[in-house]
């Protein structure tokens, strides 16, 4: 706490990397790429978890648990979805080590190789489709809709907390149905769990969409997606919810029999967030004082640091205290109250405002006299002194207007940084200054990579909300019948 | 459902392989010694992570999350670690795969080779306080208590569902305090708490003792442990609570500056349990018809059947039990009213059964007439005819009452099953009946190996109650001052 953050205005990206680091929510660990989420962060990430978990069981879903390993030969059965994963992975050769006949410790055994490699899960589609064979022979089995909470890994380079690591945790969705009309309807459904969690416990708007086949999950038809701006001006993905048509029922063959006694392949969804949207929680809120958590995200709501000199003053403060403390516990929020006494309160407050408690009430020897207390924001920063009766509706109306200004203030940003262009010029000055672009483009993936090239700009999406408008492609002039999201992207 | 599963007496093994797939718990994958925890074995088992997860932050813990891959070298850091762990893991030597240039797949890419190996942990100690070192500095920052949910492998070579597999799930707890005592009281504290669990969520009795130094963790200088006895005579190690010293602070250099500005090493605990606690659930209740399953425990604790014939009936039946499973719900009782009419009556007693549903509801068209619901439970089998009126408070009655007494019945089953034994041949003799045996041990290991070689049966553990009491080592008849529990076991 000695020295404050770098500004999100000098370094956007040291502030986060700072950020992640001093609020206690994760660091790197001696294995390249992959993170250690400490407690704090993780208790942002079982709120999360707990959630999202509860709409997946009210939307019908079951959890289950599937190996971490695949075989090798599974990850060839789906030809586009080899193309798109099976390269950067972790591979399991051995699996045994005995001691270094020269005394250096452990040595691989060269004898215990196996047969056939196996692969660190990027994913689960295949070795859950390969079970999903035989769990499935009539339309009685259908649908069949599992989730499973687990640690993936893909072999990153680049790594950075949160947005991009080798291991990450996340949940995957993977469900079976008789028709297609049934799975696009799930694959749409999730889509809009996804949504709803995000405008609603992490206060981020989201823009709905398709993604361009270039954009697509590695052996789906269709990639659903919500997208989210950061406050650089970088969009990021924050769920994707993919409709895989048969594809995974032919690789894996997985037929069912009908209500007509047919014998017809399964139509699949898969639908997934991770730990990413620790990166983007952060980064959709925060500030230059630190971490701005949603209420209902914050693992601590409300903070209660007394303010006093000597024992006699902090009794009578811890007496007052209490019961407030207690009655916003019953009221289902979760309060710190912080008698420690090896720091002082300013010291206190920087902390609580780093880690981004939402509502921080302080009482010192005066508010004793008068009967106040004083109530401090950290979305706005505000103090404002209250009467010491009634606070604890006041705390409850609060917290939840925090959750929603913060949703509205986000929202305003995105708004106000999200800008419709009709020509290359406009578009490449507009990208520069960040944020969304609405433009037509004109359905060519070869336009989309050449703007890629350009630019660093790809198609976020094309918005489930795009009106029917006839235009021209930024790039090529050709013609084009709606406007796509185009940003840069994390 | 039309064949029935093997009977206990006749193959207790089978037996229990059986039940586990029909009772849809789990299965194996296609990968070797991997299991799939299928949806209602995972919802059972997401009821024991949430029972003890509340227990471990009841008592001061945190939830965190550190990589699943451990640098080699880090293994070799803690000598009788690296002794009793390295061997059997599965080893990540390459990060990439790529396309065969002759047209078979993916190979693996030679050129992607990891400079050292990584293996996938089998237990987190070395990653967990090679960190540590970074996070404590001084008493301040002790006790450390941290808990992480993970999946870990060990390659085992001859695995069983749930009982050994090669891939499980645990929970693993890493603490880290400033004195001897303290680490000690946590270490009996996790015991406590896995013995509550264990007796009052499970309902299985559970033996709490001190591992002899064979049976000891790799790493640790004291291993307290829970043994449960399984209806086959054979004894369950069910969960491990490990007192550190500073082996592994020594190892990693986690020193700490005391209160009195001293330096010194900081004294670990570790204890852990994993879904190999379902299969001790499995064997510690079940019986030839299926499951019998603790209330506490249960996914669905009351199933609701209708028999009728025809919609009118139906209907009628339907209007009748809605408000009764509503006000269940409200209760906080799983209900599932199960008015699918694809199954006979019949048909759904046998499969609700066999899941260990531990309350049945039926209501027939006679019931309807006569007021009446009949009401059968799982472990006596019992049913019983009731006024309608007032089912709900027997309901409830009742989920106690079986939770209790599928405890006592496994209580009794131990007590009759624990023999007292003075000589060589009162023990081979009264091993064969199975059960534990509580008998007089020299205290010497290679003793308690030639015991082991001669008759399979292990030292399960001192018992925390053991009484002084002086007596001679039922095998070399050398003098010992206690007895310990002997058993064949899992």
Same mark, same amino acid.
């Given at each position: 706490m000695s020295k404050s953050l770098p500004s999100r205005a000098d370094n956007y990206s040291e502030w986060y990397n700072e950020l992640v680091k001093r609020a206690d929510l994760a660091e790197n660990s001696a294995v390249r790429g992959c993170m250690i989420i400490k407690p704090y962060g993780y208790s942002i990430w079982e709120k999360m978890q707990r959630a999202l978990d509860d709409m997946f069981k009210e939307t019908g879903h079951t959890n289950a648990y599937f190996p971490l390993f695949i075989p090798k030969s599974f990850l060839?059965?789906?030809?586009?979805?080899?193309?798109? $994963?099976?390269?950067?992975?972790?591979?399991?050769?051995?699996?045994?080590?005995?001691?270094?006949?020269?005394?250096?410790?452990?040595?691989?055994?060269?004898?215990?190789?196996?047969?056939?490699?196996?692969?660190?899960?990027?994913?689960?589609?295949?070795?859950?489709?390969?079970?999903?064979?035989?769990w499935i022979q009539s339309y009685r089995d259908l649908p069949l809709l599992i989730n499973q909470w687990a640690n993936v890994v893909r072999w990153e380079m680049r790594t950075r907390l949160f947005l991009r690591t080798a291991e990450f945790l996340w949940q995957e969705g993977h469900t079976a149905h008789a028709t297609k009309q049934e799975a696009i309807a799930e694959t749409e459904q999730m889509l809009e769990v996804y949504a709803d969690f995000a405008e609603n416990f992490m206060a981020m708007p989201v823009v709905k969409g398709i993604k361009t086949a270039n954009e697509r999950f590695a052996g789906a038809d269709e990639t659903y997606c919500i997208e989210a701006l950061m406050q650089d001006g970088k969009a990021l993905q924050a769920g994707t919810s993919h409709f895989l048509g048969q594809n995974?029922?032919?690789?894996?063959?997985?037929?069912?029999?009908?209500?007509?006694?047919?014998?017809?392949?399964?139509?699949?969804?898969?639908?997934?967030?991770?730990?990413?949207?620790?990166?983007?929680?952060?980064?959709?809120?925060?500030?230059?004082?630190?971490?701005?958590?949603?209420?209902?995200?914050?693992?601590?709501?409300?903070?209660?640091?007394?303010?006093?000199?000597?024992?006699?003053?902090?009794?009578?403060?811890?007496?007052?205290?209490?019961?407030?403390?207690?009655?916003?516990?019953?009221?289902g929020v979760s309060v710190k109250f912080d008698t420690?006494?090896?720091?002082?309160?300013? $010291?206190?407050?920087?902390?609580?405002?780093?880690?981004?408690?939402?509502?921080?009430?302080?009482?010192?020897?005066?508010?004793?006299?008068?009967?106040?207390?004083?109530?401090?924001?950290?979305?706005?920063?505000?103090?404002?002194?209250?009467?010491?009766?009634?606070?604890?509706?006041?705390?409850?109306?609060?917290?939840?207007?925090?959750?929603?200004k913060i949703y509205a203030k986000a929202l305003a940003f995105r708004q106000e940084k999200t800008h419709v262009v009709n020509t290359w010029d406009e578009f490449t000055a507009k990208l520069d200054e960040g944020g969304f672009i609405s433009a037509h483009w004109d359905g060519s993936s070869e336009t989309e990579e050449k703007i890629k090239e350009l630019t660093k700009a790809t198609i976020r999406c094309i918005p489930l909300d795009a009106k029917e408008e006839a235009g021209k492609c930024i790039l090529t002039g050709n013609p084009s019948s709606k406007r796509v999201l185009f940003a840069r992207a994390y």
């Open positions: 060839s059965k789906e030809a586009s979805h080899v193309e798109g $994963f099976a390269k950067e992975c972790a591979v399991v050769t051995h699996y045994r080590l005995k001691n270094d006949p020269n005394g250096g410790g452990v040595i691989v055994d060269p004898e215990a190789k196996l047969e056939e490699e196996l692969i660190v899960r990027p994913t689960s589609e295949t070795v859950i489709w390969s079970t999903y064979k035989n995974f029922a032919k690789a894996f063959d997985v037929k069912f029999l009908s209500k007509e006694n047919q014998l017809d392949y399964v139509w699949g969804t898969s639908w997934g967030v991770s730990t990413r949207l620790m990166g983007a929680l952060i980064m959709a809120h925060s500030d230059d004082q630190g971490l701005v958590l949603p209420p209902k995200l914050a693992p601590i709501q409300v903070v209660i640091v007394p303010i006093y000199k000597g024992e006699d003053q902090l009794n009578a403060i811890i007496e007052k205290v209490n019961p407030l403390a207690k009655a916003l516990r019953k009221s420690s006494d090896n720091q002082s309160p300013g $010291f206190k407050f920087a902390e609580y405002e780093l880690k981004g408690v939402p509502v921080r009430l302080a009482i010192g020897n005066r508010d004793m006299e008068n009967g106040t207390i004083e109530l401090a924001r950290r979305d706005t920063r505000e103090k404002t002194s209250m009467p010491f009766d009634g606070i604890e509706q006041v705390v409850l109306d609060t917290l939840e207007d925090i959750q929603s």
